[in-house]
């Protein structure tokens, strides 16, 4: 057997490997370390053995223990659905009122109403209920069908001027242009607009006065502050559905849009619909 070499400068035997005049020092591992290593070799056996581990062809080693995140997250979903399936139930059987009347149940309906406003309702009047051109703002107070929670239910549930529901909200203005002429028609809208900003012309809007009561005032009211029950819109609060100045109310007296709500109940069913009231309701500006 050849004589073991030893480097000179840190007196450490050498392996034997050796490359361009480079030997290689035999500094073997800390026993620690190299305990510790085996030890994780042992601990991914017994995993293996324990626990699902190997992929098979069609599926995977079951374990001796049998455990499965799948089976324990649905355990989990199955307790979750229990819990809410007694509030559900409770929604089911009680009033909008009584719901709202009950602080656990009103919080669950609140959370509930909110995640199927989401989904169902964010498109049109925003993920904040805030509304747009054409589509109502759910915070303010300003109610087109009413704000009480009777009110926003029946609405939810069966729509405004939805045909498929024969319980829908039905009310169309006028298309005045046949009935006004052009300065009837600019005078009625400096004198709306008045109500609520500085007209483009004084004389216009007091002339717009009396075009209004002959026309306006049987669905609106005389003092403009409208009827919840026609769904005609209060003019003199300062909110605008169809959009603002004396041109956008030109367009929309000589040719009203109308918007088309869908019913909601056929669709998610009464208990959502509930749900739904009350998170709109509880927005601010419910009545």
């Known amino acids: 057997m050849s004589e073991k070499h030893i480097d000179e400068i840190s007196g450490v035997e050498t392996t034997g490997h050796e490359w361009d005049g480079?030997?290689?020092?035999?500094?073997?591992?800390?026993?620690?370390?190299?305990?510790?290593?085996?030890?994780t070799i042992l601990w991914a056996i017994g995993y293996a053995i324990a626990y699902p581990a190997i992929p098979m062809i069609t599926s995977a080693t079951k374990g001796y223990f049998g455990f499965s995140s799948r089976a324990e997250l649905q355990q989990d979903l199955d307790l979750a659905k229990a819990s809410q399936m007694k509030f559900q139930d409770m929604i089911a059987a009680k009033t909008v009122q009584e719901i709202d009347a009950d602080p656990a149940l009103r919080e669950f309906a609140i959370a509930g109403g909110a995640s199927a406003f989401k989904v169902n309702c964010?498109?049109?009047h925003g993920s904040g209920a805030s509304g747009g051109p054409g589509f109502p703002n759910l915070n303010d107070d300003d109610w087109l069908w009413g704000g009480d929670l009777d009110s926003i239910q029946t609405t939810i549930a069966h729509g405004i001027r939805f045909d498929s529901d024969a319980d829908t909200h039905v009310s169309e203005m006028p298309a005045f242009a046949d009935m006004l002429d052009k300065d009837q028609t600019?005078?009625?809208?400096?004198?709306?607009?008045?109500?609520?900003?500085k007209p483009s012309d004084e004389a216009l809007a007091e002339a717009g006065k009396q075009v209004f009561l002959d026309n306006c005032a049987a669905c609106h009211g005389e003092d403009a502050k409208g009827k919840p029950e026609m769904g005609a819109p209060d003019l003199a609060d300062a909110i605008w559905l169809k959009g603002r100045g004396e041109d956008a109310i030109i367009r929309q007296v000589t040719a009203p849009k109308h918007g088309v709500m869908?019913?909601?109940?056929?669709?998610?069913?009464?208990?959502?619909?509930?749900?739904?009231t009350v998170f709109v309701h509880a927005l601010g500006g419910g009545q």
């Open 22 to 39: 480079i030997r290689e020092l035999n500094n073997p591992m800390p026993r620690w370390w190299v305990w510790t290593f085996y030890a």
């Open 122 to 124: 964010a498109p049109c």
């Open 186 to 197: 600019r005078q009625v809208a400096a004198y709306v607009w008045s109500l609520t900003n």
């Open 262 to 276: 869908p019913a909601w109940s056929a669709r998610l069913g009464d208990t959502t619909v509930k749900e739904l």
